[in-house]
């Protein structure tokens, strides 16, 4: 089958392979819907998935997917959208090959979460920025030295390639690019349809939840780490830490390191800025007690912390992300940041 449509539709190809992840298909493709829908004229968009030889997928989760399309059959999209998966790096070659030539003739290029990883490896990433999901931006910095890897925006335009972080970053983005093609007033009322914030800037730190270290194997260290997490406001330096396990400071900095895959100070920094986040989603605390509470002194340390790590401040991060739970309606849109 062909890829037509009325004009001034633009068509969305998402691509399906076994291992898929299904909110990466469908998070992006439910706002594209919802933008057909509410645009005047409806009809926008016309949505397609397709598949090598057009056959189900097992998505990661093992629901079965099926393709509109098949893969080989179709003519470049106004946008190919390529979602990541854990079956991302076991795509036959053929896919990556029909990838790279639908991109070719495709107004432009998106990928969500590892999808990154598969227009690498298709080549066309070579020379540009990108991001894909924080725990992935090693991996595609260490395969594919000519893409320069920025792993903390949400997401990242570079030319007519687009790459976005997990799940709700793909979201994030594909809302921009609703407001990109009909305008804002239609973003917003999609946003408000689907109950998600407009908008999260694409600059915007990705918000990994907890401490960025596993908890390492060895015991003491195991121990450590869990007394951090229950005391962000003690005295957590270096010093601090290590008489707490009986080390001098220059062996626990070594063996924290080795056992933890980070050092101390990065931990620890993680451990207190998920602290503070937590505080500001779930209490009305002021955010000079959130600051005393998770560590930070100050809220202008704490305030510094979170454009540092973050790219946003606490309030604005609190207006953003305060819970229901706490009888807080979620704010359906934000000003232009």
């Known amino acids: 089958m062909k890829l037509t449509g009325m004009k001034n539709r633009r068509t969305v190809l998402a691509v399906l392979y076994d291992g898929v992840l299904g909110l990466n298909v469908t998070g992006p493709l439910e706002v594209f819907a919802r933008a057909a829908e509410l645009a005047s004229p409806p009809g926008a968009y016309g949505l397609r998935t397709a598949a090598l030889d057009g056959r189900p997928v097992a998505s990661s989760m093992g629901l079965a997917m099926t393709p509109t399309h098949d893969l080989a059959a179709c ?78 925006p949400l997401f990242v335009r570079d030319g007519n390639v687009y790459s976005s972080g997990g799940v709700t970053a793909g979201i994030d983005l594909a809302l921009s690019l609703v407001e990109e093609d009909l305008g804002s007033d239609v ?37 450590l780490q869990q007394w951090i997490i229950d005391h962000p406001a003690e005295d957590l330096s270096v010093d601090a830490l290590a008489g707490r396990v009986a080390l001098s400071p220059r062996q626990f900095a070594r063996v924290f390191r080795d056992t933890a895959g980070v050092t101390a100070g990065k931990y620890v920094d993680s451990v207190r800025l998920n602290a503070a986040r937590r505080r500001l989603e779930s209490t009305d605390d002021s955010l000079d007690d959130v600051a005393h509470a998770s560590g930070y002194g100050s809220s202008e340390v704490l305030r510094r912390a979170f454009l540092r790590l973050l790219a946003i401040t606490p309030g604005e991060y609190r207006r953003r992300f305060r819970t229901v739970a706490r009888g807080h309606a979620p704010r359906m849109a934000l000003p232009p940041t």
């Open 75 to 152: 003519n470049p999209p106004h946008t190919l959208l390529v979602p990541g998966g854990p079956g991302q790096s076991c795509v036959p070659s053929r896919m990556v090959e029909r990838v790279a030539e639908l991109a070719a003739g495709a107004e432009r290029v998106v990928s969500i979460c590892t999808g990154t990883l598969l227009l690498a490896e298709a080549g066309l990433l070579d020379g540009r920025r990108a991001t894909t999901h924080w725990a992935s931006a090693e991996e595609l910095a260490r395969k594919f030295p000519a893409v320069t890897v920025l792993p903390d």
């Open 187 to 223: 973003a917003l009322r999609v946003a408000r349809d689907l109950l998600v914030f407009l908008r999260r800037p694409g600059d915007q730190g990705q918000f990994a939840d907890g401490p960025t270290a596993a908890n390492a194997e060895r015991h003491p260290v195991r121990k």
